[in-house]
């Protein structure tokens, strides 16, 4: 069973900065693709952005390109999402998530197969 644990969240002000780390454990599989995904009061999650791990696809939400960047350190099992330029709208509980199988594009939330606790990132 894959453990995904979440940091980094906390509040921020429009037009900040703020960087999310996600360190799996317990990885019996290699996981070969891993993303953030958020969820905000009554609305659906979003697919925020993925990456191919040990490649150099990554890929993104509309919402959120050119102000997200998503990376990664295979060495540490560790994602990074590096959020810039941050909005109220972006307000919400971010969740890490992994898989072990390859997937070409931004992956829906509903698809992957473990996913962290969430860590909340509050913009005002």
């Known amino acids: 069973h894959v453990q995904l644990v979440e940091s980094g969240g906390g509040s921020v002000q429009a037009g900040g900065s703020r960087r999310l780390s996600c360190a799996a454990s317990r990885t019996s599989v290699r996981l070969n693709y891993m993303g953030w995904f958020r969820q905000s009061p009554g609305k659906e999650r979003e697919g925020v952005a993925s990456?191919?791990?040990?490649?150099?696809?990554?890929y993104y939400a509309d919402s959120v390109k050119g102000r997200f960047t998503i990376s990664q350190d295979s060495a540490k099992n560790t994602v990074y999402l590096q959020m810039n330029s941050l909005k109220p709208e972006d307000t919400a509980m971010y969740y890490c998530?992994?898989?072990?199988?390859?997937?070409?594009?931004?992956?829906?939330?509903?698809?992957?197969?473990?996913r962290g606790q969430g860590t909340q990132v509050t913009v005002s």
């Open positions: 998530a992994a898989d072990q199988w390859f997937y070409n594009g931004l992956r829906k939330p509903v698809d992957y197969h473990n």
């Open positions: 990456i191919v791990i040990g490649g150099d696809s990554t």
